[in-house]
């Protein structure tokens, strides 16, 4: 019986650093576009297979994801909303933000273009436009770095969303990829990232009808969230893919992803000001 019981016990020693091997993961709390773009599909690999370190991604809108971070239900955070990003470090939540990439926020809308604002760069116009033309507009209202983006524009604009939204303007709190379905289903416009919107398979009559306006520029940042707050975020391990997202192998991988030519987001861990 003793030597039953040693063997079951030596058996279950020399299983557990293997157990321990396969059980180390960090838990990222990201945006859904870095998902539903393909990005993380295509480094994580990378990550992966040079450290042994799993990710898991809890894909939501960036509002969703920080609030992960304010739970401590993730290692990190990497999103796109720097306002509400430093708002999560002057709270506490994390000691440092670190720039990794950028790409640009696209309005999308009917091919007939009822709005007539196809071709231009000036965002605030356009939505000015569609807004006294109460022309049909989808709004993510889910508190991604997506919608505040929004938001932010309809104020630059100069329109007050809450005095004049009616039947025009639809909160559907969904996802970008949901949003542009809503969008192609109702005839409307919408702001999505560039990179969602490249990587999506259901355009139909959607096209890109205002683009290159320097406000609408959308640059993503990386926090390890503080575990000084929670104890259990896994820091050696979270910090290992921060310092790999910003190291040049890393920025490279990001670059390096493209789909059918168009690159979807541009490195820029070395902006000092991103």
Known sequence: MLRRTLLAFTLALGFLPSAQAEDRFITVASTTSTMDSGLFGHIL??????????????????????????????????????????????????????PVMYNDF?????????????????VAAALSTISAKKVPFVSRGDKSGTHSAELAL???????????????????????????????????????????WIAFKN???????????????????VM?????????????????FIDWLVSPEGQAAIAAYKIDG??????????PDA
């Open 203 to 221: 355009k139909g009559d959607l096209a890109i009808t205002v683009q290159g306006n320097k406000r609408l520029f959308n640059q993503y940042g």
């Open 106 to 122: 696209v309005v999308v809308g009917p091919k007939a273009d009822p709005a007539g604002i196809a071709g231009t760069k000036d």
């Open 45 to 98: 690999p990378i990550f992966e297979g040079k450290t042994g370190i799993k990710v898991r991604v809890i894909a939501q809108g960036t509002g969703q994801a920080l609030d992960t971070g304010r739970r401590g239900d993730a290692d990190v955070v990497f999103v796109h909303a720097k306002s509400q990003e430093l708002k999560f470090l002057e709270e506490g939540f994390s000691t440092k933000r670190l």
């Open 262 to 271: 168009q690159q979807l987001f541009f490195p820029n861990a070395g902006d």
């Open 154 to 196: 309809w104020k630059k604009a100069g329109i007050d969303l809450a005095a004049v939204r009616g039947d025009w303007y639809r909160e559907i709190g969904q996802g970008m990829g949901a949003t542009l379905n809503t969008a192609g289903a109702m005839g409307a416009y919408t702001l999505s990232d560039r990179a969602t």
């Open 224 to 240: 390890l969230v503080n575990p000084a707050k929670f104890p259990n975020v896994k820091v050696a391990d979270g910090q290992a």
